[in-house]
């Protein structure tokens, strides 16, 4: 009776008071009732009765609540790298979302548990993946690790099913002692160190720093490439091993001499019809992350259709607002690889005008700072230098003087524009924006300027209030 009590108000774990004249003999023989199902009952009464034989009530709850030999683990997929970390986190979160799973993951955005954000902010360090870990509801993660939060405390793990290196870029060199791209690899290296040896560290080919740590790693190998006919691919897959690459304009992931297309490039949204590289090789990592956890082909294509470049699956990266007269993007790029790859993109985009609203960080190395300036004066015919809130070090003066130069080394001759506030600079630039033209921001307030912009998006497409309109006219 008192099993079927517990069933019926869906207790696992409950305590029953029954009035009785004889325990050992149904109530409904004895005129007995039941006076209380408790939710929470306590223990002391059992374990250390009045009266009466005491009785270890706690050890079968334990038992219950943690089985011998049970795991009480969960998947962790661990994303580090120079560039792509976070849109490669997002995708693998989505691919697990769209498996059926209670999904939670980390970024420089913040933290998610499913699809919720709880916590806004640079959240790829070791305390924000604890977290995640701790939220009883979580059964997969995916946890961004950046460099910073690797040197300060480490990883939020011990061991990960999954590490993803996406590449090794000259970027926050010279902090915190790494002055090379070698020493940085050995930094990102960890998280790949971090693998299960059953698991997958799932590695760049096109990248020499990334490909080399696959040498010092005890877990399995997954390799991913731009190129099908890379050497170390075909190497990889005669012997067995797993890959991504693009082959004839296709998605294609293959274990050793099998091969199943995912889905042609240019209908994954996430590539901009294919033009945009820098979100193609993000799209390789996480097809292959999806992959290992074995998730359905089913589900990997549907969930590429519909992970769209936007402040709602990736803000801050390559958001892209159509407006009437013209075009205007958002995007994190902030270090020269960052830029190379938008250059790449920028070159397919027909456009009257383009212009850049770019800055630098402070604690960058003036070399760095003066590339940014560089690559900006090929991008663009027109550059509007902000400044991030945190100058990190420098002077805003000193960091407009490093990117003129490093610009002026390019071309002379360019309209530059110094206006320091973020919001303000998209507001000159969308005021002065001409027809056709292509409006490019490197952003760092994401969450603010994305609500900007949207904002500027939806006046734009207002209706017209006919009734002030007549009335203006007739006051004139």
């Not at 919720?116 to 939220?135: E, H, M, Q, W, Y």
């Not at 002077?395 to 490093?406: A, I, K, P, S, V």
């Not at 952003?443 to 007549?470: C, F, G, H, M, R």
Request: hydrophobic share 40%; proline share 3%.
């Amino acid at each position: 009776m008192a099993e079927r009590i517990a069933r019926l108000v869906n207790l696992d774990i409950c305590g029953i008071d029954i009035m009785a004249e004889d325990i050992q003999i149904p109530i409904t023989e004895t005129n007995g009732a039941v006076l209380e199902v408790n939710a929470g009952p306590g223990f002391r009464m059992h374990l250390s009765p009045a009266k009466g034989i005491a009785r270890n009530v706690a050890e079968p709850l334990l038992n219950m609540l943690y089985p011998d030999h049970a795991s009480a683990r969960i998947p962790i997929v661990a994303v580090t790298g120079t560039n792509g970390k976070t849109t490669v986190t997002r995708l693998i979160a989505h691919f697990a979302q769209a498996a059926g799973r209670h999904t939670g993951y980390t970024t420089t955005d913040g933290i998610y548990i499913d699809g919720a954000n709880i916590c806004f902010g640079d959240c790829s360090g070791p305390v924000s993946a604890a977290t995640v870990l701790r939220d009883p509801i979580v059964d997969f993660a995916v946890l961004e690790c950046a460099r910073g939060g690797i040197l300060r405390a480490g990883l939020g793990f011990d061991k990960c099913n999954i590490s993803v290196v996406t590449n090794i870029n000259d970027d926050h060199l010279g902090l915190n002692d790494i002055e090379t791209l070698e020493q940085l690899a050995r930094v990102k290296a960890v998280v790949a160190q971090s693998t299960f040896d059953h698991g997958y560290a799932i590695l760049n080919a096109d990248d020499d720093l990334v490909y080399e740590m696959k040498n010092d790693l005890d877990c399995n190998i997954a390799l991913f490439s731009m190129d099908a006919t890379n050497t170390r691919i075909l190497k990889h897959c005669k012997e067995g091993g797993l890959a991504a690459f693009i082959e004839d304009d296709y998605f294609v992931v293959s274990r050793g001499g099998w091969k199943t297309r995912i889905s042609e490039v240019t209908e994954v949204p996430l590539t901009f019809s294919g033009t945009c590289d820098l979100m193609i090789k993000n799209v390789l990592p996480a097809l292959l992350a999806a992959s290992v956890s074995n998730f359905s082909l089913e589900t990997i294509t549907s969930a590429l259709k519909s992970f769209i470049p936007s402040p709602e699956f990736t803000p801050g990266r390559m958001n892209l607002f159509r407006f009437k007269k013209f075009q205007l993007m958002v995007d994190y790029a902030h270090n020269t690889d960052g830029f190379i790859q938008i250059k790449k993109y920028l070159e397919q985009v027909n456009a009257t005008k383009k212009t850049g609203i770019i800055a630098a960080a402070g604690n960058r190395r003036v070399e760095d700072i003066k590339n940014l300036g560089r690559y900006a004066a090929q991008m663009f015919d027109k550059i509007i230098i902000r400044h991030d809130r945190d100058s990190r070090g420098r002077t805003q003066q000193e960091l407009t003087q490093f990117l003129l130069d490093g610009i002026r080394e390019i071309n002379s001759k360019i309209d530059v524009r110094i206006i320091s506030d973020e919001i303000r600079s998209i507001q000159y630039a969308i005021e002065n924006a001409k027809t056709g033209e292509f409006i490019f921001l490197c952003t760092d307030d994401i969450q603010n300027t994305l609500a900007y912009v949207e904002e500027q998006k939806n006046k734009e497409n207002a209706p017209i209030n006919l009734v002030a309109v007549t009335l203006k006219h007739m006051q004139v």
